[in-house]
């Protein structure tokens, strides 16, 4: 793996986040974080949006401040998203987390998510936040080898009105 970093989303990525996002939709998978289901054909709309939510303006009710970095190599491809959010509601508490984080889906199985999930630790950090809450869905195995790789002590189910399986996992921030 070759000189892997957290970048915040900036006009210069916009050819190579484009390319992350629409590998992404055709895909047909969800998009996860929530964040990378943004619409950015007006790219630098999205960009002030992402920018005003860090600092916690304009958030829809019952929303908390986020922030939002890009995973890329050392030629600039972005691999993947992270989004932090510096507090939990009670929804991130049951099913959300402090942090959601995605790899785009070419790029899987190739130890990008473990090192997007340990340098998110060290951003949270940095936020403030000790204790850090990581879930995934049950059925995701992946995810939840690579939370558990990053020090994630299991906690406690929750099940969603579906019936989805979520589990929640704690971790200490580096």
């Known amino acids: 793996m ?3 970093k957290l970048v915040k989303p900036h006009l210069d990525l916009k050819n190579e986040y484009l390319s992350f996002y629409q590998e992404w ?5 969800d998009m996860v974080p929530w964040v990378i289901n943004k619409d950015p054909s007006s790219f630098e709309a999205m960009l002030e949006i992402l920018e005003a939510h860090e ?3 304009g958030l829809p009710e ?3 401040s986020d922030s939002t970095f890009w995973l890329i190599d050392d030629r600039d491809r972005v691999l993947g998203a992270v989004n932090i959010r510096h507090r939990l509601s009670e929804f991130l508490f049951n099913a959300g987390g402090h942090i959601g984080y995605g790899i785009r889906p070419s790029e899987r199985g190739k130890g990008y998510a473990s090192v997007l999930l340990k340098l998110s630790l060290v951003e949270a950090k940095k936020l403030g936040i000790e204790d850090v809450l990581v879930v995934c869905d049950a059925w995701n195995i992946a995810s939840e080898r690579t939370i558990i790789k990053n020090g994630g002590r299991a906690d406690r189910d929750y099940i969603e009105e579906d019936g989805n399986v979520i589990r929640r996992y704690w971790i200490k921030s580096s």
Request: aromatic share 8%; with cysteine.
């Open 55 to 57: 600092k916690g303006v």
């Open 2 to 4: 070759c000189n892997l």
């Open 62 to 64: 019952g929303w908390v």
């Open 25 to 29: 939709k055709d895909s047909g998978e």
